[in-house]
């Protein structure tokens, strides 16, 4: 919704400013059992992203299971997206929704819509599906980031800093690596049969994820022997990770870390970073027996998608 105030001004003329939604894809299959109802789907979706999940999202939802679900159907998971605190919920229209609108008398109203070809909406790195086929025994551990404002940047930062597009962002990143240390991975290893050992534990991100691998490979090297730094966020932070680069590190480390061409808005700031990133290189490979991988990917930008093509990559350079 708007304040009064917000509305006042649009209708004065001034510009009236929303935040822009994400889309989340939903991908259907199959269709429902017996005693299961289209308000089990978004009762289960509300566990998976909870009541908060779909804040400023876009609720879309695709795949061979849209076929199986009548319009009313729909129009109940639709409805109850509202519960996810999502901006709306959308479907595709077919011939499920032709015959509809021929009962109701409205065929001329028919509006064929439809994803674009290449939508990718929120895609992940595809780990399971690549661990699955490729019969790799890894355990993979990820966590979830906290989606409200700025925590996600402030959780995944072990600095603070001021950044143009979101302000002041208090780094708690610190405070997360030690938990994931002395909380975390014990509880992982006590829990499941792990090997515990450095030459057996690894850490990946990409984004704020991968500067966060970084800072732990410079600072944890004795607990983990690789690290996967895929577009690490530098820009606003590299004064203070380049004072974090002379950390001793434990000898048979391996870093891979990335950039892509396409991720930044012009040529000085992808000059700027690449600079950056070639530093970090540099220094790393200074250091007693740490190999140092890194890749730029022209075409890359900086999304799941272009880091989804890249996993093949760092699993055979990693020897994973």
């Given at each position: 919704?708007?304040?009064?105030l917000?509305?006042?001004c649009?209708m004065?003329?001034?510009?009236?400013s929303?935040?822009?939604?994400?889309v989340?894809?939903?991908k259907?299959?199959?269709?429902l059992?017996?005693?299961?109802s289209?308000?089990?789907?978004?009762?289960?979706?509300?566990g998976?992203m909870?009541v908060?999940?779909g804040?400023?999202?876009?609720?879309?939802?695709?795949?061979?299971?849209v076929?199986t679900l009548?319009?009313p159907?729909r129009?109940?998971?639709c409805?109850?997206?509202?519960?996810?605190?999502?901006?709306?919920?959308?479907f595709?229209?077919d011939?499920r929704?032709?015959?509809?609108?021929?009962?109701?008398?409205?065929?001329?109203?028919?509006?064929?819509m439809k994803?674009?070809?290449?939508a990718?909406?929120?895609?992940?790195w595809?780990l399971k599906?690549y661990?699955?086929?490729?019969?790799?025994?890894?355990?993979?551990v990820?966590l979830?980031?906290?989606?409200?404002g700025?925590?996600?940047l402030?959780?995944f930062s072990?600095?603070?800093?001021?950044d143009?597009?979101?302000?002041y962002?208090?780094?708690?990143?610190?405070?997360?690596?030690?938990w994931?240390?002395n909380?975390?991975?014990?509880?992982i290893?006590?829990?499941?049969?792990t090997?515990p050992?450095r030459?057996?534990?690894?850490?990946?991100?990409?984004?704020m994820?991968?500067?966060?691998?970084l800072y732990?490979?410079?600072?944890h090297?004795?607990?983990?022997s690789?690290?996967?730094?895929?577009?690490?966020h530098?820009?606003p932070?590299?004064?203070?990770?380049?004072?974090?680069?002379?950390t001793k590190?434990h000898p048979n480390?391996?870093?891979?870390?990335s950039w892509?061409g396409?991720?930044?808005?012009?040529n000085?700031?992808f000059?700027?970073?690449?600079?950056q990133?070639?530093?970090?290189?540099?220094?790393l490979?200074?250091?007693?027996?740490?190999?140092?991988i890194?890749?730029?990917?022209?075409?890359?930008?900086?999304?799941?998608?272009?880091?989804?093509?890249?996993?093949?990559?760092?699993?055979k350079?990693?020897?994973?």
């Amino acid at each position: 919704g708007a304040g009064g105030l917000d509305v006042a001004c649009a209708m004065a003329g001034l510009p009236f400013s929303i935040v822009k939604p994400k889309v989340v894809g939903v991908k259907l299959v199959n269709k429902l059992r017996d005693g299961v109802s289209a308000k089990d789907i978004i009762i289960k979706l509300i566990g998976i992203m909870t009541v908060k999940g779909g804040v400023n999202k876009i609720i879309e939802y695709y795949g061979d299971g849209v076929k199986t679900l009548t319009v009313p159907e729909r129009a109940t998971i639709c409805n109850m997206g509202a519960e996810l605190g999502a901006t709306t919920s959308i479907f595709p229209t077919d011939e499920r929704t032709k015959e509809y609108l021929i009962q109701q008398g409205r065929e001329e109203d028919y509006i064929e819509m439809k994803a674009d070809e290449d939508a990718t909406y929120g895609v992940s790195w595809g780990l399971k599906d690549y661990l699955e086929k490729h019969d790799n025994r890894l355990m993979v551990v990820g966590l979830e980031c906290n989606h409200e404002g700025n925590e996600r940047l402030s959780e995944f930062s072990p600095y603070s800093f001021e950044d143009y597009s979101f302000g002041y962002v208090e780094g708690k990143g610190i405070a997360l690596i030690d938990w994931m240390i002395n909380e975390l991975k014990p509880y992982i290893d006590e829990k499941y049969p792990t090997k515990p050992g450095r030459s057996h534990t690894y850490i990946g991100g990409s984004s704020m994820g991968g500067l966060m691998s970084l800072y732990i490979i410079l600072k944890h090297s004795d607990i983990f022997s690789k690290a996967v730094c895929v577009s690490c966020h530098l820009y606003p932070l590299f004064k203070q990770m380049r004072k974090d680069l002379r950390t001793k590190m434990h000898p048979n480390t391996t870093v891979y870390i990335s950039w892509g061409g396409r991720e930044f808005g012009n040529n000085h700031v992808f000059a700027t970073v690449t600079d950056q990133n070639l530093q970090i290189v540099r220094a790393l490979m200074k250091k007693p027996q740490v190999k140092v991988i890194p890749y730029v990917f022209k075409n890359h930008d900086h999304s799941e998608t272009a880091w989804r093509k890249e996993l093949p990559m760092w699993f055979k350079e990693l020897g994973l």
